[in-house]
């Protein structure tokens, strides 16, 4: 049994969906079960429309129509018969989001956008799994909610994995005999039959889920690179494929921001021995990255870019030192809002972090610890992570920058950098 899961990219248009298929038809002969992300940038739309919906912007309506008009010119240019019941099937799973904002929003903003934002999947799964069907392959559409249970912290839904394998383990086995199933990542459901997300990007950690529970002989995942890279090109000139990678360098380089792999994916596969596989749906020839159980440490060092990162600097108003209870305090306001840490650095008498700089996040979480402690400010940075760093790849990313602060152990080095003032 085999896993692949395709992401927003590979299908984002009726072309890219074209070419799925013939990646599936290239391996037919193996026992598939298919996992499909929200066409193109359709979770970014769907975010937009809620966002303008919920803070009564004015646009929401509209949005919905360019949504809805996308995604009915890929079925156009996919179906040649017009009549087929595809077309009434997104058209009904789109008037969910109708009966949302037909009245003004009831519900908690967290618990809209898991309701609203998780059409986006059920639509392009009903798209591939009807096209593929239609081209002779025998597919089956899965709602996943059926199968991924979760809890109901809506948008960042933790799995609960007895229910979720024994489902898995009761339906999916005997459905791929005959079948190749079709479902959506990124997507649970809750014991009360509420939608739930994973988080962003969650579809790799669906896609995993399913491997583990099925004891899978493999998790390929299809990307629009040609595996993982040392490096995002956007940001450096030359980069090279990594060709192989353990689970600890995977799960490493996703913690510190490699945008390849959602960095809940690994676990459950390193749990299960299960290898992934990172390959690329344009060049199918490629043979990708493999992630797997090997010793051997990563063969290039690699870099991450953060961009956009503010340092927060703590210190106790009363000059104590930063102890357990300060620190719990200080962890509890960040969890509450929702800031990630992306390097955390302490010393007797401060403690200082890298986050994403979302305005409105970091500009509440300060205020609240400004009320104990005093906290200073520096936003417009840059967080480099180099993982097998040494001094040659140091200065490389060095070059016109000034450190702000440092953070090294035996493999990894975190900077946090600004351009040199000139
Ligand atoms: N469609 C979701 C997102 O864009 C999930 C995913 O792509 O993995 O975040
Ligand atoms: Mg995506």
Redesign the pocket.
């Known amino acids: 049994m085999h896993i692949f899961k395709f992401?927003?990219a590979s299908v984002k248009n009726a072309e890219n969906i074209k070419n799925v298929l013939q990646i599936i038809e290239l391996h037919k002969q193996e026992q598939l079960l298919i996992i499909v992300?929200?066409i193109g940038q359709t979770?970014n739309k769907l975010e937009e429309l809620l966002n303008s919906f919920f803070y009564r912007q004015g646009t929401h309506l509209q949005l919905f129509d360019e949504i809805k008009q996308f995604h009915f010119q890929v079925l156009d240019e996919l179906f040649e018969d017009k009549n087929h019941p595809i077309f009434d099937d997104v058209l009904n799973t789109f008037v969910e989001i109708d009966w949302i904002i037909e009245e003004d929003p009831q519900d908690p903003y967290d618990y809209l956008y898991d309701q609203i934002v998780s059409i986006?999947?059920m639509v392009s799964t009903k798209i591939l799994s009807a096209y593929f069907e239609t081209c002779g392959l025998p597919t089956k559409w899965i709602d996943v909610r059926n199968y991924i249970h979760t809890d109901n912290t809506y948008r960042d839904a933790r799995v609960d994995w007895e229910k979720t394998e024994i489902a898995i383990q009761r339906d999916i086995p005997a459905m791929i005999q005959s079948s190749i199933p079709i479902t959506q990542?990124?997507i649970g459901g809750t014991s009360e039959n509420f939608t739930t997300t994973l988080g962003?990007?969650?579809?790799?950690y669906t896609a995993a889920i399913f491997a583990a529970c099925l004891n899978a002989r493999a998790l390929t995942i299809w990307k629009d690179v040609p595996g993982i890279l040392n490096a995002d090109p956007k940001w450096f000139s030359s980069t090279e494929l990594i060709p192989e990678l353990s689970y600890i360098d995977a799960i490493e380089l996703s913690y510190y921001g490699a945008n390849v792999i959602h960095p809940k994916t690994i676990k459950p596969l390193e749990n299960k021995e299960i290898p992934l596989y990172v390959r690329s749906f344009i060049n199918v020839s490629g043979s990708g990255t493999r992630i797997h159980k090997t010793t051997e440490s990563l063969s290039v060092p690699s870099f991450i870019f953060k961009v956009n990162q503010a340092l927060i600097s703590i210190l106790p108003n009363d000059f104590s030192f930063i102890v357990e209870d300060n620190l719990s305090h200080i962890f509890n306001a960040f969890h509450k809002h929702k800031v990630k840490i992306n390097m955390m650095h302490n010393s007797a008498v401060s403690f200082s972090v890298s986050v994403d700089n979302h305005e409105d996040q970091v500009t509440a979480l300060i205020e609240e610890l400004r009320k104990d402690f005093s906290v200073s400010y520096l936003p417009n940075l840059e967080l480099v992570t180099i993982r097998y760093y040494n001094q040659e790849t140091i200065d490389r990313v060095l070059v016109n920058k000034e450190v702000i602060l440092e953070v090294k152990d035996l493999y990894t080095c975190q900077m946090l950098i600004r351009d040199k003032a000139s």
Do not use: L
């Open positions: 992401g927003g992300s929200a979770t986006g999947e990542g990124f962003r990007e969650g579809s790799d």
